[in-house]
Each structure stands twice: as C-alpha cells, then as structure tokens.
C-alpha cells in the first residue's frame, strides 16, 4: 500500500500537495507505510532545527498544515495558510505525517486508530528524521508538536523514558485533567441475572503508619 490507495492519491488530493516532499516511512512492529511530509528538499543537516507536527482526530496534515500553500496555488492567485512554509522561511525544518486511515496513510487491517499504537508511528518517524539529518535528541534541535488529538499522542510520546526529542509543544490538547472516567458497576457485566456472585475480601489487620 502507498499514497496512492488513499484519497490524496488522486489527482485531486494532488492538488493539495504542491509544494510538499512526499515520503513513506515504515512504522516500526509491522512496516506499515506512514505517509511524511516535508518541504524544500534541500539537504538536511545535523544543525537544523527540526519539528515534527502531528494533526487532530478529524484531519490530515495537509489542510492543516498546508492550507492553499505550494507555487500552483500560488500562480492561481490564491493566498496561503501554509504553516510549513512559514516554518521553512523562518529557518524551521519542518516535516509532518498522517495517521493511519487518515490522509496519505492507508488503513491497517485492524482499521482503527490506537493511541499506543500512533506513539509507535511517531516515533518511527523520528526515527527515520534523525537519521535523514544525522541528529540526536541530546542535540536539542528536533522538537514535536501535536494539535487537538495530536497532542494527546505527543504527551504520551513525551512519558516515554526516554523520548525522542528535545522539546514538546502541545496546543489545543483533548486531554482534560480534570474529566474523571468512572468504572463500570461491578455486576452488570453479567448477563446471567440469576448468576450469583461471591466476594471475598481478606482481613489484613489494620494500617500502620510509617513514621
């Protein structure tokens, strides 16, 4: 599978591609194609400064990160939202990708998107970026970036022990600290309403308090 078995494939997703360098990096487990994009292909060195940004539930990177951007879209007279090509005029390299079934990235054969699952995928990519600039995260140069449900990803990416990058922007993160998810009730769970459940608990003796 490639970018061609997605919806940018076509020569109307194309169109939203101008101006951007198209890569497939294998994901890390299973070499699932991930679909990466950059901009200028002028040769990567060690001493960039390098961000991965990562999209939200509902987009692929392109419209956000790409919006109206590339010299097609240019020569039509249309203006550009491109956040990659401000990144790129203000000495930013920077690259971006697509998660499964979203965008330029085909679907697995499960079909559904898992957050362990996607921090894996982002870290493939760093993988594959550090190595196409011959740099390190100790470098302090490369940096990601997650919007929305991308940015849940990148925190999970950044609890990591020992994660691949140096410095972490979250913006508009999913994440609320202060939503508590309850447990399901203990017996409904059973289907069988005449079951009978037993519950024991054992007697430990009572706490003690460390002085």
Request: aromatic letters at 8%; proline letters at 8%.
């Amino acid at each position: 599978m490639t970018i061609n078995d997605t919806p940018l494939g076509t020569e109307e997703g194309k169109f939203l591609l101008d101006g951007l360098d198209v890569y497939s990096v294998p994901a890390k487990g299973d070499n699932h194609p991930l679909t990466v994009y950059g901009i200028d292909g002028s040769e990567p060195k060690p001493d960039d400064t390098i961000l991965l940004m990562l999209h939200g539930r509902t987009w692929s990177s392109v419209p956000v990160y790409h919006l109206m951007g590339g010299p097609q879209h240019e020569k039509e007279g249309y203006e550009s939202r491109s956040l990659m090509e401000l990144f790129q005029d203000n000495n930013v390299k920077p690259y971006t990708m697509d998660f499964r079934g979203f965008g330029g990235t085909p679907r697995d054969s499960e079909g559904v998107v898992k957050p362990n699952r996607c921090v894996e995928d982002v870290e493939s990519v760093l993988t594959w970026i550090m190595a196409r600039h011959e740099t390190t995260p100790e470098r302090s140069n490369l940096s990601l970036m997650g919007w929305s449900q991308g940015a849940l990803v990148a925190q999970l990416a950044g609890q990591k022990s020992h994660p691949l990058f140096s410095k972490l922007i979250l913006y508009g993160s999913i994440y609320d600290p202060t939503i508590r998810y309850p447990r399901q009730p203990l017996f409904t769970s059973n289907k069988d309403a005449d079951a009978k459940v037993e519950i024991e608990n054992t007697w430990t003796g009572p706490c003690k308090t460390l002085q």
